[in-house]
C-alpha cells in the first residue's frame, strides 16, 4: 500500500510540474486560411531595400546542397523551442545567422507575453522557411511566381512565419482565434521594424510574413 502512494504521489508532482511548465510538447497546431489581417500590418518593406544589410550581416549565397553541407557549420542549426516550431521545409534548409535567430526568438517570446496579458492560451509561430541556396531558389521559382531570384533568404538573415497556422501549448486561459492572433503577430513585427529591428514584407498569396534581420 504505502509502495503503490509513493508511485501516486510521484506521478502527481511530475503532472504538476509538466504542467506549470506552460508546454505540452509538440502542441495542436491550428490553422484557418481566411485570416484577416488589419492593413496596417501589410507590411511592404521590399526585397530591394533589405539586400545590404543582408550582405552584411549574413553569408555568402550557397549555390547547392552539397555546398551547403560544408557551410552551414558557420550559422545556427534550428529547431523547435516553446517560442516557435518549425515546419518541414522542402524548399530551404533550418539555418539562420545569428542575429536571425535572436530575432526570431524574441517575436516568439513577444507574441506569448501578448497573448499571456490578454488572457488568451498560449501558441508557438510557425516558421515556413529559412535558409535557402541559389538553386533552391531556382526551383521554388518554377511553382512559386512570386519568389525573387535575388532572394534575401540565400543569406542566412531571413525566415518566413505562417499568419494563418499557429500552435497551441498551453490549455490555460480563454481559446482564442486564428484572426486575433494573427493581428497580435502584427503588431509585435510592427513594433520591431520601428525599433529597426527587422524589415518585412506582407506575403498574401503565401500565408506569411517575410521577416528580415537588420542586425
Known sequence: ??????????????????????????????????????SEFWFKDYNTMTLDDARRIGILPIENRQE????????????????????PMTHSMPYLADGAKKLLKTIGKRFQKRLRKEGYREHRVIA????????DVEQLRK???????????????????????????????????NDKMANLLGE?????RAEGRCRVIFERNQHCFHIMSSK
Do not use: P, W
Open 68 to 87: 551547403a553541407r560544408r557551410k552551414v557549420r558557420r550559422l545556427n542549426h534550428m529547431g523547435d523551442t516553446r517560442y516557435y516550431k518549425l515546419d
Open 1 to 38: 500500500m504505502k509502495f503503490r502512494l509513493y508511485i501516486y504521489i510521484i506521478g502527481v508532482v511530475l503532472l504538476t510540474g509538466c504542467r506549470s511548465s506552460r508546454f505540452v510538447g509538440e502542441g495542436q497546431t491550428f490553422g484557418a486560411s481566411n485570416v484577416g489581417v488589419r
Open 188 to 192: 509585435v513585427l510592427y513594433d520591431l
Open 143 to 177: 511553382v512559386n511566381g512570386n519568389a525573387s531570384k535575388n532572394s534575401a533568404h540565400m543569406y542566412a538573415t531571413t525566415f518566413d512565419l505562417s499568419y494563418t497556422r499557429f500552435n497551441r501549448i498551453d490549455v490555460k486561459g480563454n481559446a482564442v482565434n
Open 128 to 135: 515556413t522557411s529559412m535558409l535557402r541556396t541559389r538553386e
